[in-house]
């Protein structure tokens, strides 16, 4: 047996009931067997895929807080740092009810390649909690928020774990933990990113995944000699990774048709309104029927369906294993040329392949999402500076990064043999970089 099925095997026998964990760390290593196998010896001797499948440290404690009733509340609260081979932990906290260990893992683990890639000095971790935020009041929030924050403090800093923003995790949350953070160590530093303007926040960190995944995808297009110019674009999700693609795709020509929330879809054949959705969305947190009631031609429908819809280009912005197998080849059957992932694995291993044998371009969230990273990363660099950069800066140094993480992985895909292949070109990247340094500092 191969020394990346022995891991692979350890893994699940290891990780019992963690489906997501599996598949990420089963993608990772599929992509890997051409590297390994040219350092085989090496590599199993120092046992370095064990090492970086396991995570570095699991924190897991009970979150409990004081609902509007009088009800005390409990949930479950998770930090996995994962790799600090190449710099401190960096990675979101998501609050949502789906949280579990497995998932935690999954995402800490996808987390150390992405970071690996923006070329910064970053490691990889996530969090998060079963928490819902929907429906809940502000008081609510700020006491989960607060209890979070006095276990999860004891174990970040500014060099040490750095947590970002994920699902369920926007401004308002990040600002309540901030608080909190501050008020126990006394410390006003940069351990948290996409902090408030006032606070410490960066410029273009708001619109960073969502522009660079669209700054990506623009030069996977160009150095693929497909136009950017009037491509129609499905999109699903319509948080701030969906609303923000949509915003940068409609700059540089395109027309998005479609989103989606947990209920159900929009089609917007006039292509979506930028103006509504955000009102919807960021203002009022209200569903998608409120969309449908402001445009006339748009169409709402329950459930899912954003893959049927007949597009140039599309983009899966909402959350893991949204598009399977049926849905890759409706988008292929209505002539789909690009797929690029703004959410976390939201396609399936399965799904992946077909879309990848049919000839389309297919890039990973690994690659295309980590404009959301990146940009935090300058956050810390602001942060750490005590500076303050604008918009056009931070935008300017995320689309080179972005630019710069397609040809990386472009590159690492023909070196080794994969042409056109952006999953293993990514992996292989990410890996790389990470497998060097963990080799340097010895056994630890």
């Known amino acids: 047996m191969s020394y990346v099925d022995e891991v692979y095997e350890l893994v699940v026998q290891k990780n019992p009931a963690q489906p997501e964990f599996h598949q990420a760390v089963k993608e990772v290593l599929e992509s890997l067997r051409v590297v390994i196998g040219k350092n085989e010896k090496v590599y199993r001797r120092d ?41 401190p932990y960096k990675g979101g906290l998501r609050f949502h009810p789906s949280v579990n260990l497995g998932i935690i893992k999954f995402l800490g683990f996808e987390q150390v390649f992405k970071n690996s890639l923006t070329s910064l000095a970053i490691g990889g971790g996530k969090g998060g909690a079963d928490f819902d935020p929907k429906g809940k009041s502000d008081r609510e929030v700020m006491a989960f928020c607060q209890s ?49 303007l006032s606070y410490g926040g960066s410029l273009a960190r708001t619109q960073a995944t969502g522009y660079g995944l669209l700054y990506l995808t623009e030069e996977l297009m160009k150095c693929n000699g497909i136009p950017v110019k009037d491509q129609i674009v499905a999109v699903s999700g319509a948080g701030n990774v969906a609303i923000y693609a949509i915003e940068k795709a409609q700059q540089l020509g395109m027309k998005p048709v479609t ?23 960021e203002v009022k947190r209200a569903r998608l029927t409120e969309y449908a009631k402001k445009r006339k031609k748009a169409e709402y429908h329950e459930g899912k369906g954003v893959w049927g819809v007949k597009c140039d280009v599309a983009l899966p912005c909402a959350t893991q294993n949204e598009l399977d197998l049926a849905d890759a080849k ?9 797929v690029c992932e703004g ?20 890039v990973c969230g690994k690659a295309a999402n980590a404009g959301g990273v990146a940009t935090s990363a300058l956050e810390m ?45 990514a992996n292989i990247a990410g890996f790389l970089k990470v497998a060097e340094a963990m080799q340097a500092q010895g056994i630890v």
């Open 47 to 87: 046992a370095l895929l064990e090492r970086m499948v396991t995570p570095e440290r699991i924190v897991m404690f009970r979150v409990p807080w004081v609902d509007d009733k009088g009800q005390v509340q409990v949930n479950n609260g998770f930090r996995v740092q994962f790799n600090s081979a190449i710099g």
């Open 148 to 196: 979070f924050m006095t276990e999860l403090q004891r174990h970040i800093g500014p060099d040490t774990d750095v947590p970002a923003g994920d699902i369920g995790v926007g401004a308002r949350e990040i600002g309540f933990m901030y608080g909190q953070y501050k008020k126990i160590r006394n410390a006003y530093e940069g351990v948290l990113t996409g902090k408030g």
């Open 259 to 281: 989103c989606s929330d947990s209920s159900g879809w929009i089609y917007d054949p006039d292509g979506i309104d930028l103006k509504v959705l955000k009102d919807v969305k």
């Open 330 to 338: 409706k988008l292929v059957k209505n002539g789909c040329k690009v």
């Open 343 to 362: 959410a976390n694995m939201p396609t399936t291993m399965d799904a992946t392949a077909f879309l990848q044998k049919s000839g389309v371009l297919f």
């Open 381 to 425: 660099s602001q942060n750490s500076e005590r500076l303050s950069w604008t918009f056009e800066e931070v935008d300017g140094k995320l689309k080179q990064i972005m630019v710069n993480i397609y040809h990386n992985i472009d590159d690492a895909a023909k070196k080794y043999g994969k042409k056109g292949d952006y999953v293993a070109g």
